[in-house]
């Protein structure tokens, strides 16, 4: 009987990891003209997207910033980077910096503002590899608490963009993001950020060394 535990056992862990979509990395073709699409989402994200409130599917326009603060109990969807990442048994705890998104996307690549509202945190089921520091993250959940300056979001779906499938555009409302981390931006300095076929470097020069976040990002 002892050989059938283990499979059962093995898909009961499985069956609790938090739902989650990572976009491929494929090569970024470069064509003539660039064209602005609405946001689609994967296929088992739909039906958490269809769970938002419409006015919480715009999360920061040009002309409006969007607040992290007075959304408990609210069901968010939030787009951010994961800046940290800390474990406690099967359950991982992501610092994001939330990123602004007014509903609309480059065609050929995910597009966030490179301006946002401020830190939060993510609970999620997963394993510290299956989220890459400094990746892009759409996170799906309810805001359960809000004491402090970094809500917490317990997620029940996250979408995740490794490096080469995200870009940021300079167009963004006010921003209100962490100093700590504006501060890596060293792309900033020019005020153009924006990048329709990033690379490798481009990363490194508007979000900071990866090797220095995630599970390795020291307290302050």
């Known amino acids: 009987m002892r050989w059938i535990?283990?499979?059962?056992?093995?898909?009961?862990?499985?069956?609790?990891?938090?739902?989650?979509?990572?976009?491929?990395?494929?090569?970024?073709?470069?064509?003539?003209?660039?064209?602005?699409?609405?946001y689609r989402p994967a296929a088992q994200e739909a039906s958490y997207l269809k769970k938002v409130a419409p006015d919480e599917?715009?999360?920061?326009?040009?002309?409006?910033?969007?607040?992290?603060?007075?959304?408990?109990?609210?069901?968010?969807?939030?787009?951010?980077?994961?800046?940290?990442?800390?474990?406690?048994g099967s359950k991982l705890s992501l610092l994001v910096e939330q990123k602004y998104f007014d509903g609309m996307t480059d065609c050929h690549i995910m597009l966030v503002s490179?301006?946002?509202?401020?830190?939060?945190?993510?609970?999620?089921?997963?394993?510290?590899?299956?989220?890459?520091?400094?990746?892009?993250?759409?996170?799906?959940?309810?805001?359960?608490?809000?004491?402090?300056?970094?809500?917490?979001?317990?997620?029940?779906?996250?979408?995740?963009?490794?490096?080469?499938?995200?870009?940021?555009?300079?167009?963004?409302?006010e921003d209100r993001s962490n100093p700590r981390w504006v501060k890596y931006c060293s792309l900033c300095k020019s005020g153009r950020v924006y990048r329709p076929y990033p690379d490798e470097a481009y990363y490194f020069q508007v979000l900071g060394d990866p090797g220095d976040f995630g599970t390795r990002l020291k307290p302050q």
Not at 81 to 87: K, W
């Open 114 to 173: 490179r301006s946002g509202g401020g830190d939060f945190r993510a609970t999620i089921e997963a394993a510290p590899e299956q989220v890459p520091a400094l990746a892009l993250v759409r996170v799906y959940g309810t805001v359960t608490d809000e004491t402090g300056q970094v809500p917490q979001v317990a997620a029940d779906y996250i979408r995740v963009w490794p490096w080469l499938t995200f870009t940021f555009t300079d167009l963004g409302a």
């Open 57 to 88: 599917q715009v999360t920061g326009s040009f002309l409006q910033p969007y607040t992290l603060r007075g959304k408990k109990g609210k069901y968010v969807s939030w787009f951010g980077v994961v800046r940290g990442i800390s474990a406690a």
């Open 5 to 38: 535990a283990i499979p059962l056992l093995a898909a009961w862990v499985a069956a609790a990891e938090t739902p989650m979509d990572v976009q491929p990395v494929k090569p970024l073709v470069r064509g003539n003209s660039l064209g602005t699409c609405g």
